[in-house]
């Protein structure tokens, strides 16, 4: 799995949350976004990606704002590793 950036701009940010915004909108609930760039699974789970494990979590915390992490997505994985 490579590893992400996590020193990006705020404007990098915002155009992150752009994109998952519109991945979220295209999804029904239950879909699943391949991140393939970390090797992760999010699955639509109400208002929300659950991921697939934590450490897709941490992957997604490094390129979104913190609010829009605690609005988008769960911090509990389905499954631990």
Request: proline share 2%.
């Amino acid at each position: 799995m490579r590893k992400i950036d996590k020193n990006l701009t705020k404007e990098q940010m915002t155009a992150n949350e752009r994109f998952f915004e519109s991945v979220f909108r295209s999804l029904n609930q239950g879909g699943i976004y391949c991140f393939i760039s970390v090797d992760e699974n999010f699955r639509k789970e109400g208002n929300k990606f659950r991921p697939q494990t934590l450490t897709g979590y941490n992957e997604i915390k490094k390129i979104v704002t913190t609010k829009f992490l605690n609005e988008r997505f769960w911090s509990s994985p389905i499954f631990n590793n």
